[in-house]
């Protein structure tokens, strides 16, 4: 075990889209927790694109990061030292409370206990964590899929989406992918989804779109925004449901002032909704959630494919790789060895 | 009464915002009703923004008019000779089917009798029409306005907002006002507006809208898209309801591509959800509507003003001042006396 903690700081608001310089790593001695608190070794440590959010001066759903604080995220771990009687050393633990460090020092609030012996412990950051959820509630509780409906999703084989697509299958619908390449539409067929579009390469993506869903689109999940989003505006049918969940593609735009009222046009013509989605608003149902995701992996109706950087010190690389897009399948980081 | 049918025919699809010019005023011979048929003398026209719409070649909610065509609108008139039994000379009716011109023909199904003891029969277009009807369904179906809840309306002083504005008093919110001049405020708060914006005169609409909005928006009643909506958008409360029902701003783009997804991110925070909003899909529950606007209309909980422009030839002229927000009130077109 390491005898130091080393902590990626953030130096900055980033500018636009971050590069890694806007982190450093910083050595510090392993902390000692508090009373009721826990020391953990970061096994896992999860990048999202929900982290662009907590970088940035804007107003935003939850409290950020400013420069010279512990970059935050979420991960799983192994507990080294605890100070609350619901934990001991040697449990696996998660929590959206790591941060980009070694050894985080825990609350009992906020932190779970996770089984290894029911499923690989970084699912705990996967099908069963954040982006497993986030699909589950986005499409069964907000926009209410129903049988035989065309279910647009993008960002299709990343880590909300792989999830979202089997989640729609299940149920009957139709999944149609959009993704950034052949080899992950590939992926999506395997997963079930029906049709799948190329966004790096198509030449009209609203054309494409169009092709893909004859009758138009449903129920759009878009975790994207950008120029998807304005594609699949373009071929909403009437009373779709359109859930804004994820806002990468405005990664680099940060920070502009909000425009963009002509799209509304699109929604008034086809009576769609269009709806901001945050999975900590069913906080309540996360259990029932959970039980579901992992009965349907248990029964091989779910696949989960993984992208894991090895080291902390390749987390913002790894941060940076998803925002732009490379990554494929849920990004992870990987700090220690169980 | 006149022996001749002036009608106004579209010469063009207008570019951008339209022109007095993209429409002629064609004199033809009195129609003779067919088999079923009603041959009527119109009295009001209305004009609304919906036809805007209407008059591009661009995906819309219903058939538009093209080149040649007799221009699209609704109207109350009285009937000159019925070949109906359900219509009789002398009866006061109103439809969407007159169009601009002195004499329609109407078919039975879409047109209804208007009792003129019960209102002045230019209210069928107005509070008890399409404008009344929208405000009702947008904000009780629809939104669901909450008492308590804050409502910011734009165009408030206008057809649909002037209603909207009294229902949401009516249900215990707190109505805010957005519209073009001083008279148009001051107009709002007699009709119990609490707090109003100026939009031409606003420095910083947002900054006002905040201002008079300190808790956020809890329901966005937008008649017009535009800087209105991107300014509303920055002051949403989390689960604020978006109602998009008029994109009038946007009559000087149609045709131009659809863009604008930056403010999706401001919906995300927010959790917000837009939705499109078209009166149609709550024609079922329209005698309803009808009955309680009436009542309040009675019991002196509703006013109602109105903009009428006299004679047929000035149609286009009224619906161009619609377009460029320089009426006051519902915009209607008298063309000929009871």
Redesign the interface.
Known sequence: MRNSNRQWRLKRFPEGMPVEDDWELVESPVPTPGDGEILVRSLYLSVDPYMR?RISPA???AQGVGPGEVMTGGGVGEVIRSNHPDFKAGDIVESFQFGWQDFPILKADGTRKVDPALAPIQSALGYLGLPGLTAYFALLHQAQIQSGETVLISAASGAVGQVAGQIARLKGCRPVAVASSAEKLAWCRELGYDAGINHRTSDDLAAGIAAACPDGIDVFF?NT???I??AA??NLAVKARVI??G?I??AD?FG???????????????????????LF?YQAHYETARRELATWYRDGKLKHREDIADGLERTPAAFLRLLHGENFGKQLVKVDSL
Chains 1, 2 share one sequence.
């Not at 046009?265 to 086809?270: E, G, H, K």
Request: hydrophobic letters at 40%; one cysteine or more; proline letters at 7%.
């Open positions: 959010g107003r935003n759903y878009d925004a950008g120029p989003h304005d505006m373009q804004v969940c806002t593609a405005l735009k502009q002032p909000d425009i963009g009222p002509r799209f509304l046009r699109q929604i008034m013509v086809a009576r769609a909704r269009v709806e901001g989605f945050l608003d």
